[in-house]
């Protein structure tokens, strides 16, 4: 198995997580993108930024999530923003190769709900008004 996963607080590259899956020997690739919305229904106003912070060990915390799947012909790549964040910004990428389209959906999902459930990355939404709160906090239960 192939994995890399890391946080940044640079873009993103939505290609570079393909090319990090991408072998002869697989047959499908599963790919998430989460980009930052406009919306949120707990919001009064418009979305307008994300701030994105990481508890110290998320970077650690993010890879034992990858490595979780534990399948020889599967190859992921996984990585989450940190810092601040614009409507349309890429929040997390996931992408997930293996043999069959199957497995590739099913892991890419799992994988997606457990950062989403299990790393400690909080977010603080900024409305247009410029009133702001903190969201989906998680992690580290």
């Known amino acids: ?11 993103l590259d939505v290609a570079a997580h393909l090319d990090a899956v991408a072998s002869p020997s697989v047959g499908a690739t599963a790919l998430f993108v989460g980009t930052v919305r406009d919306n949120d229904p707990d919001a009064a106003g418009s ?3 994300l701030e994105y912070s990481a508890h110290p060990d998320a970077a ?8 979780s799947v534990d399948t020889p012909e ?5 990585s989450h923003r940190v810092g601040d ?3 349309g910004g890429v929040a997390i990428v996931c992408a997930v190769s293996s043999v069959h389209r199957a497995q590739a959906y099913e892991l890419n999902r799992e994988l997606v709900e ?27 239960t």
Not at 60 to 67: G, P, S, T, V, W
Not at 74 to 78: F, G, I, K, L, M
Not at 114 to 140: C, F, H, T
Request: charged letters at 25%.
């Open 85 to 87: 964040l614009d409507v």
């Open 60 to 67: 650690e915390i993010l890879a034992r999530i990858a490595e």
């Open 114 to 140: 457990r950062v989403k459930a299990e790393l400690p990355v909080w977010k603080k939404q900024v409305e247009s008004d410029g009133r702001s709160a903190w969201v989906g906090l998680g992690g580290l």
């Open 74 to 78: 599967v190859r992921v790549a996984v």
């Open 1 to 11: 198995m192939i994995v890399t996963a890391s946080l940044s607080d640079e873009p």
């Open 47 to 49: 979305v307008v930024l």
